[in-house]
């Protein structure tokens, strides 16, 4: 009940045939270390988990994940420019966070990306266009007062798109 819950850093420990890196997850004041993560997961939703901090770098590591489920805890900092490197990922929910910065552009890449949610965090600037962030739709955005530009109503300054260059 309660309690705190942080998304710690990942380190890598060792590479064995199917695992990759390890965690370190701290529920109610423990620290659990997950030895091992399997980088064959397809999926992995871990929403609704009051996880705190930044989102790991290492995630991107994960090549071949599908789906990306971190809504609905109290993240902070940039959506990692790692998520590029995550070219087969369908689905990616970030929505309901305290995210901050820039949609990295590099994310236009995924191609396979066919549902984005990136609503409610404090995300600022222009979304990015090109491949598959031509499809989606305003409610992706919602609740980020700082972004503008397609498919939003809100345009982009002059000055919003010459600091994202």
Do not use: A, W
């Not at 064959?40 to 988990?49: H, Y």
């Not at 420019?81 to 995550?86: E, G, P, Q, R, V």
């Not at 980020?144 to 010459?162: A, I, M, Q, W, Y």
Request: glycine share 8%.
């Amino acid at each position: 009940m309660g309690g705190s819950y942080y998304l710690n850093r990942v380190v890598t420990t060792r590479k064995l045939p199917y695992y990759q890196d390890s965690i370190m997850v701290t529920i109610k004041g423990s620290e659990i270390k997950f030895e091992k993560i399997l980088n064959t997961f397809t999926t992995i939703d871990l929403s609704c988990n009051k996880f705190q901090g930044q989102i790991p770098d290492c995630i991107g590591n994960l090549n071949s994940l599908r789906g990306l489920n971190l809504s609905h805890n109290y993240l902070t900092g940039h959506i990692p420019l790692s998520f590029k490197i995550l070219n087969v990922l369908e689905s990616l929910d970030l929505s309901s966070n305290k995210l901050s910065g820039r949609i990295p552009q590099e994310l236009t890449s995924l191609t396979f990306l066919e549902v984005l949610n990136l609503s409610q965090n404090h995300l600022t600037g222009f979304i990015p266009r090109g491949n598959q962030f031509e499809t989606f739709e305003n409610y992706s955005y919602y609740g980020n007062p700082g972004l503008c530009g397609f498919p939003l109503s809100k345009r982009c300054t002059v000055d919003e798109v010459l600091k994202s260059s």
